[in-house]
């Protein structure tokens, strides 16, 4: 069946707080109530992986600041969230959310930046072939496991930048 990339609706907040559940147990994973809040903000962009009518997997990034204007930089994108259902993984489902993210975070302008597990070597993989780098470490920063994250930067795209 094919997988569909679809904008967030309040209605998949459950179903994605429940594969919060599965995929960060542990890590204080995010309940409904989270994603019904972060689909109010308007600077946020928020999007679902569907197989037919089933939520598979779901990612939101914001968008911060103004867009670019010219030369001058004063916007910038986070991402917060991407997670697939573990039944779905090694489909390319994470990276086509983060491609949608990625394009949204684009036509804003700016960088990018995330947090990741320092042990998640797929999602670092995925991260690095899309030009995110790690310029840092934040020690404990999973609660309440304890875990160290990443942090990685992918610079702003520019016109004719390769992707």
Not at 137 to 163: C, I, L, N
């Amino acid at each position: 069946m094919t997988v569909s990339i679809e904008p967030m609706t309040v209605q998949d907040a459950p179903r994605c707080a429940y594969l919060e559940t599965v995929l960060f147990e542990g890590d204080d994973p995010w309940a409904e109530d989270a994603f019904v809040a972060e689909l109010a903000a308007p600077h946020n962009h928020y999007v679902t992986a569907r197989e037919g009518s089933e939520v598979v997997g779901y990612a939101g990034i914001a968008l911060l600041g103004q867009p670019s204007r010219g030369a001058f930089v004063v916007g910038e994108s986070e991402v917060h969230t991407i997670g697939v259902d573990p039944a779905h993984h090694r489909r390319g489902i994470g990276g086509r959310l983060l491609g949608e993210l990625l394009r949204a975070a684009d036509e804003h302008g700016g960088p990018v930046f995330l947090e990741v597990r320092t042990d998640n070597e797929p999602a670092i993989e995925l991260y690095r072939r899309e030009g995110f780098e790690i310029v840092g470490t934040r020690a404990k920063y999973y609660q309440p496991s304890g875990a160290d994250a990443f942090t990685m930067r992918r610079p702003e795209r520019t016109e004719g930048s390769a992707r």
